[in-house]
């Protein structure tokens, strides 16, 4: 039988989203809803013992920093840019200073990176920064979102990086990001993900630590906080506990990248410093 792999991702960042409904959030109170989901998130993934990656925010990693190295003991920390609000100016060179804050917290290699709210990014000057692989496309279409349906839904490699897209579903690319996770029935969601790990062999799913707060007094849509807390906690362990089952290898985005180049020739091309394989 052919090895599977699941990545689990978790997007690190401030609690910003009620600011696109225009409700505004302090500061304290970002860093606070997202840090009481990970308290959460934590004692799930201790219980399960498995690896995951966590694309963090420099912001996010500078007003945590031994959140942020405990974290990186056992999990993946990549860059989620500098900040995730959209009402600060991104500029390139922000994935750059995000990487050097990550690094310097962690003492690690960063290697990895993904756009907040996966917007367009030209990837021309990550290899250069020594990033080896960008998370940032789903392939799918969603209007007024994206219309990716031209990318690919494999692993592929472009501009010098491994290009790891978020899982659609085979066929009809049904996306199977947080949204989905959040507002389909737990054993639908997961026999579309059981589905598209054995037609794939690998998995990549994204979630945000704050979906695990309480967030049912925010002014959201409700296909956005709900579930939340304790309740969405309930149905990531299920989705866990059922992927277990298939057998399939919980394995962070970099460990998988250092995979595809010890496998796959079609990989061989991107730098192979960042992680060894076993």
């Not at 109170?29 to 004692?43: A, C, H, S, V, Y």
């Not at 500029?91 to 917290?105: A, G, H, T």
Request: proline share 6%; with cysteine; hydrophobic share 40%.
């Amino acid at each position: 039988m052919k090895r599977q792999f699941v990545m689990l991702t978790f997007d690190l960042e401030e609690f910003d989203i009620p600011e696109e409904y225009g409700q505004k959030v302090s500061t304290k109170e970002q860093f606070d809803i997202t840090l009481e989901g990970m308290d959460r998130l934590k004692k799930l993934l201790a219980v399960h013992r498995i690896p995951v990656t966590f694309f963090t925010t420099g912001n996010f990693a500078l007003k945590n920093p031994e959140l942020i190295k405990k974290l990186s003991q056992r999990h993946e920390i990549a860059s989620h840019a500098l900040f995730h609000s959209p009402f600060h100016e991104f500029r390139q060179e922000d994935i750059l200073e995000s990487k050097q804050i990550l690094e310097e917290v962690t003492g690690i290699k960063v290697t990895g990176f993904r756009m907040p709210r996966l917007k367009p990014l030209n990837i021309s000057r990550l290899s250069d920064w020594g990033f080896q692989y960008d998370s940032s496309i789903n392939p799918t279409f969603l209007p007024g979102r994206y219309n990716l349906l031209h990318k690919s839904a494999e692993p592929t490699v472009e501009k010098g990086l491994i290009i790891l897209p978020c899982s659609t579903s085979p066929t009809l690319r049904f996306p199977l990001f947080w949204l989905s996770f959040k507002n389909l029935p737990s054993a639908l969601y997961t026999a579309i993900a059981k589905r598209t790990l054995r037609k794939r062999r690998n998995l990549m799913l994204y979630f945000h630590p704050w979906e695990f707060a309480g967030i049912d007094h925010y002014k959201l849509p409700g296909y956005v906080k709900k579930p939340n807390g304790e309740r969405l906690i309930q149905k990531l362990d299920y989705l866990i506990s059922a992927l277990k089952e298939t057998g399939a290898e919980f394995i962070t985005s970099q460990d998988y990248c250092a995979y595809l180049i010890k496998t796959d020739k079609a990989f061989q091309s991107v730098d192979k410093s960042a992680a060894e394989f076993d």
